[in-house]
């Protein structure tokens, strides 16, 4: 089986500009998440999505939007782009309901901001 | 913020030997999660250890957890060219994982 696939895997962007991140988990997983990974430092989380609904949101700006899609997939959007935007950005999917247990991690979109 | 710290930052090992980090954290947890990621790649979970469980082994990883001192600690042994990587614990909070800083392991040949 597949696992969870991340598109594009780099990009660069300039200051002001938007970008659209896209993840499809492991199939049969309903629940998708977001984390910003900035140069040394763990990831930190920005969204889950469960059911197409936005179960959970971290310390993130407007500027930072999400969707999960009916077959599951889901888009990161980020508006105004900022310097401090560049970051690896992973999604990760989880199979059980109950928000426990191992997630299951793609291989990051690295996003550049000049 | 971020609820695990590891500790050390870094560590340097000759292949065969065994390499030992640790994580703190602040808060209760249900579970606490060691993952794996190698050169800014994507994180793989390498074990989950539950709050009413002390250790935990799963082939050459060896994991600890002392609720008491909110504290974990994960061992590596015989360690390899392959186990080269930064190391991250995790506390699982309802919708999200929390991760610290991590560790990062470099193994010498």
């Known amino acids: 089986d597949a696992g969870v696939t991340q598109s594009p895997t780099h990009l660069i962007k300039t200051r002001g500009q938007h970008v659209t991140l896209r993840c499809s988990p492991i199939s049969g997983h309903k629940s998708v998440s977001w984390y910003q990974q900035v140069l040394g430092q763990g990831p930190q989380f920005i969204f889950q999505?469960?059911?197409?609904?936005?179960?959970g949101r971290g310390n993130f700006p407007d500027r930072f939007s999400a969707r999960q899609f009916p077959n599951y997939s889901s888009e990161l959007n980020v508006n105004a782009l900022l310097l401090g935007d560049s970051a690896l950005y992973l999604c990760?999917?989880?199979?059980?309901?109950?928000?426990?247990?191992?997630?299951?991690f793609g291989e990051g979109s690295r996003l550049t901001v000049l | 913020s971020q609820q695990g710290e590891e500790d050390p930052q870094a560590l340097s090992i000759q292949e065969g030997e065994n390499a030992t980090m640790n994580c703190s954290y602040k808060?209760?947890?249900?579970?606490l999660q060691w993952y794996r990621q190698n050169s800014g790649r994507g994180l793989v979970h390498l074990i989950l250890i539950r709050s009413n469980e002390r250790e935990k082994h799963s082939g050459r990883l060896r994991v600890t957890l002392d609720t008491s001192k909110k504290s974990s600690s994960l061992l590596i042994t015989a360690s390899r060219a392959a186990d080269t990587a930064s190391y991250f614990c995790?506390?699982?909070?309802?919708?999200?994982?929390?991760f610290g800083a991590g560790t990062t392991v470099t193994v010498r040949a």
């Open positions: 999505y469960y059911e197409k609904e936005e179960r």
């Open positions: 990760a999917s989880r199979r059980d309901t109950a928000n426990t247990g191992e997630l299951f």
């Open positions: 808060t209760s947890i249900n579970n």
């Open positions: 995790a506390t699982d909070e309802k919708y999200k994982l929390s």
